[in-house]
């Protein structure tokens, strides 16, 4: 699995993201709510009656008159509407309000893709790292398993005391606890990449080296500018705020009055005393001004939700300028372990060479050839352990740019066919 199809799977199959991506159908839906008040409004009614004996009134004229109230059998049918025609505002601000939360809904899921492939990266390497940290360890077992067998062959041949057999033997044994300790850490860095990708947590992980080429800016005003104007957390904050002052302006058109159209039609079933039909057609008015205590006390919660937001940019526009400023150090160190895993590879090749020269003239032991080539073995994997160490400082750079989803997820999507 490389780098890329690796993102390409955790964004697809992520629970996490699934659950973000689910909150802005939730927030989409909370749009259209918000415009339902400004629609008109239909109600149907209908009743049926069974009674006896009918009601009837006897009028006393010459001749006297019957007439009924009731029938035995009856039924109604009514239709209502009522159609808003003002309403201070109210239904503005609540779309403006639920708009805003989609807004913020989107840039959670940016964020949340973000740090997902964030540490997706960092899983990612630490496997490639934790391998090659037991390649390392496995090396420098099979050089203390040398020095062990030479010693061992020294010991009886009278050359060697008992203390430096146990010296061997007691590094022998280090040596092994530092491999089955290399393999666990090995494993756990597998498991914790399959948790990141939803996978079974025992699956084997087989993975392809990754290198990650990523530019920033050198200037250091440049960097928290860039981060600043793409980091996805800023417009979730200012989408917040954007739906809190709307919020506001929801609260105090609360306290306005309102106008509807409003008309009805009846049918039902006609008695000498009520006709078939009846219609009307008229204005309807209302006027909360028992609710202004409530609508005032959402305005000042709203209120104080804006200057909370407020204070939370200013202090997270804080924290990125410190991230941008962290993630440059942590990259001119990774350099210069680099620079230092290449001259000790260097030296540890010239080593192995001279050391295998000699061998061959007869002027060193095995033990020492073997030293030789342990060393430059681990040498090897320290200098891979470098590169993924800074292919992780590069990704800790473009989190704090805000500029992994670009790195990253438009050639992982390539990657897939989407």
């Known amino acids: 699995m490389a780098l890329p199809e690796a993102v390409a799977w ?13 909150r802005i159908e939730q927030a989409q839906a909370r749009v259209s709510l918000a415009r339902v008040p ?10 049926g009656r ?65 740090q997902l492939i964030y540490e997706v990266g960092l899983a990612y390497f630490r496997v490639l790292s934790s391998k090659s940290a037991l390649a390392e360890t496995q090396a420098g077992l099979t050089t203390a398993e040398e020095n062990l067998r030479t010693t061992r062959a020294r010991h009886e041949a009278k050359a060697a005391t008992g ?17 089955a300790a290399a ?7 597998e498991q914790a990449l399959n948790a990141l990708l939803a996978r079974p947590l025992g699956e084997p992980v087989t993975l392809a080296e990754a290198a990650v080429d990523f530019e920033c800016p050198a200037n250091p005003a440049d960097a928290q500018a860039v981060a600043l104007a793409v980091r996805p ?48 057609v008229g204005l309807g008015f209302e006027w909360p ?24 940019r200013s202090d997270l526009e804080s924290v990125i300028a410190l991230q941008v400023s962290e993630s440059a150090r942590r990259l001119a160190d990774a350099g210069e372990a680099i620079a230092a895993a290449d001259e000790a590879l260097r030296a540890a090749t010239d080593a192995a060479g001279q050391a295998q020269a000699a061998y061959g003239a ?34 800790s750079r473009a989190r704090a740019l805000g500029l992994l989803r670009s790195l990253v997820l438009i050639p992982a999507q390539e990657v897939t066919g989407q």
């Open 183 to 189: 393999g666990n850490a090995a494993t756990d860095a």
């Open 289 to 312: 001004i028992l609710n202004h205590p409530a609508s005032h006390a959402a305005e000042r919660q709203a209120q104080a939700t804006v200057e909370e937001i407020a204070s939370l």
């Open 163 to 179: 203390a430096e057999v146990t010296q061997a033997e007691a590094a022998q044994r280090r040596a092994e606890q530092m491999v």
């Open 233 to 280: 957390e800023l417009p979730a904050l200012a989408s917040r705020q954007e739906a809190a002052r709307k919020a506001i302006a929801q609260a105090r058109a609360e306290r306005q009055p309102g106008v509807a159209a409003v008309a009805g039609a009846a049918l039902q079933t006609p008695t000498a005393m009520m006709s078939a039909h009846s219609e009307y």
């Open 38 to 47: 400004a629609q008109p409004a239909f109600k149907l009614s209908g009743s």
């Open 362 to 395: 007869g002027t060193i032991t095995r033990q020492q050839l073997t030293a030789a080539q342990g060393a430059l073995r681990q040498a090897r994997e320290k200098r891979a352990q470098a590169g993924f160490a800074l292919n992780a400082a590069k990704f």
């Open 50 to 114: 069974l009674q006896n004996p009918a009601q009837q009134i006897t009028i006393p004229i010459e001749p006297p008159r019957t007439i009924n109230i009731t029938r035995s059998v009856s039924a109604a049918v009514s239709l209502g509407v009522v159609w808003p025609l003002w309403d201070g505002g109210r239904i503005e601000a609540a779309t403006g309000a639920a708009r805003a939360q989609v807004d913020a809904a989107e840039a959670d899921l940016q964020q949340a893709t973000e």
């Open 10 to 22: 955790a964004v697809d199959h992520n629970p996490k993201l699934a659950a973000t991506t689910a």
